[in-house]
């Protein structure tokens, strides 16, 4: 009976199902949803710009006078000279991961040191005016050096240097290579006070204290290898405050006697070189003398050697000749009176006497007559 109802009724379509009402839990958890999908791709674009600020961060420029050097985990990057980056934009990780340690070389660098320079402040080293002299210096604020001959004196100085290529001895040898530059110095200074004389140090031999204050200095730079070329060395050398007019006094003295001492080697060398001169052309005189006197007896040696056949022909004739040209010579320009004596008897040569150039009368000076017989 059931099968035959089931044909005789036909199934009845059902209804479709409404869906279900939305809850309200449902809707929060959307908009929760939806807020999540925006945060996190707002976290995405954020996460994007820092990455591309923390790349960009590594970009790094090196100056002109500078090269660099990247430490990578704290290794350099590149071995020796090739480590080495020149002037120009590179790139590094940023830190902590690379480090940039930069190199000034080619820059002049500047030290100032006061390891002997007794107290003072600004305003006194801008007026140029020392401390009041004390009655004893306080080491626990006052600098100063001893000398070769025991003696006190302040002492300070500058030192200007560069960085020697490549610089990797300077960056990475000392912790603080500025400090061992300057203890460097410190030491030359000390060291130079100690080998001079005082006086020398402060008057007589300046240049020479500053040099070897230089030469104590390059001789540490090279022995500890610090990598540095010295540029100028400046020293100031002052004596105690208190006895400061003391070592004016004998730099006026050493003042004064070096000004007489040069003017007495300006007129010795003044007379030396008079007394040369005259030395010389009394030489120079004597010499054309002689050359002219030599030259005079060589032409009387010749002349004398061509008459020498006239006289060996007839001896009385050339005497006479020689005799007649003497007496013309003789009485060309004289005022004389001429006597001819006859050829005496007896073979004798007539003698003959001649006064020339007779003095003459003085004239007669007429005496004034006298006021009475006038």
């Not at 430490?71 to 790139?91: F, I, S």
């Not at 480090?99 to 003072?120: C, F, K, M």
């Not at 604020?141 to 500058?158: C, E, P, Q, S």
């Not at 003042?255 to 010795?268: I, N, P, V, W």
Request: glycine fraction near 6%; proline fraction near 7%.
């Amino acid at each position: 009976m059931s099968d035959s109802t089931d044909i005789l009724d036909p199934p009845r379509k059902s209804a479709p199902e409404s869906p279900p009402p939305e809850l309200p839990e449902d809707v929060g958890s959307q908009a929760l949803s939806e807020a999540l999908k925006s945060s996190f791709a707002i976290v995405k674009i954020v996460l994007i710009i820092m990455v591309l600020v923390f790349l960009g961060s590594g970009f790094f420029i090196v100056g002109t006078q500078e090269k660099a050097i990247i430490l990578r985990l704290g290794k350099p990057v590149g071995k020796d000279e090739k480590a080495l980056l020149g002037p120009g934009a590179h790139w590094a990780f940023p830190y902590p991961i690379d480090e940039v340690v930069r190199i000034p070389v080619g820059q002049v660098q500047t030290i100032r040191t006061a390891v002997g320079w007794y107290q003072t402040s600004a305003a006194m080293e801008a007026a140029g005016t020392p401390p009041l002299p004390q009655e004893s210096l306080n080491p626990a604020v006052d600098g100063y050096a001893l000398t070769g001959d025991g003696n006190i004196m302040h002492v300070r100085g500058t030192l200007r240097y560069r960085i020697a290529e490549p610089g990797l001895q300077f960056a990475f040898n000392f912790a603080n290579a500025s400090n061992t530059v300057l203890n460097a110095f410190n030491n030359a200074l000390i060291y130079a006070s100690a080998s001079y004389r005082v006086d020398d140090a402060l008057t007589r031999d300046v240049s020479g204290f500053r040099e070897r204050v230089r030469t104590r200095l390059e001789a540490t730079i090279a022995r500890d290898k610090l990598g540095i070329l010295v540029d100028q060395v400046g020293v100031d050398r002052a004596p105690p405050v208190k006895l400061a007019p003391v070592f004016v006094a004998v730099s006026e003295a050493e003042a004064k006697r070096g000004k007489e001492l040069d003017e007495a080697r300006s007129y010795a060398s003044e007379i030396v070189n008079r007394a040369k001169g005259e030395a010389a052309i009394r030489v120079a005189t004597g010499q054309s003398d002689k050359t002219r006197r030599v030259e005079f007896v060589a032409a009387e040696a010749r002349r004398f050697s061509g008459l020498l056949p006239e006289y060996e022909k007839n001896p009385e004739l050339f005497r006479r000749m020689r005799q007649l040209e003497t007496l013309q010579r003789i009485f060309t320009n004289a005022q004389v009176e001429k006597i001819m004596l006859p050829t005496s008897s007896g073979g004798k040569p007539p003698e003959i006497r001649v006064q020339i150039e007779r003095e003459r009368e003085k004239p007669r000076t007429v005496q004034p007559q006298k006021a009475e017989e006038h």
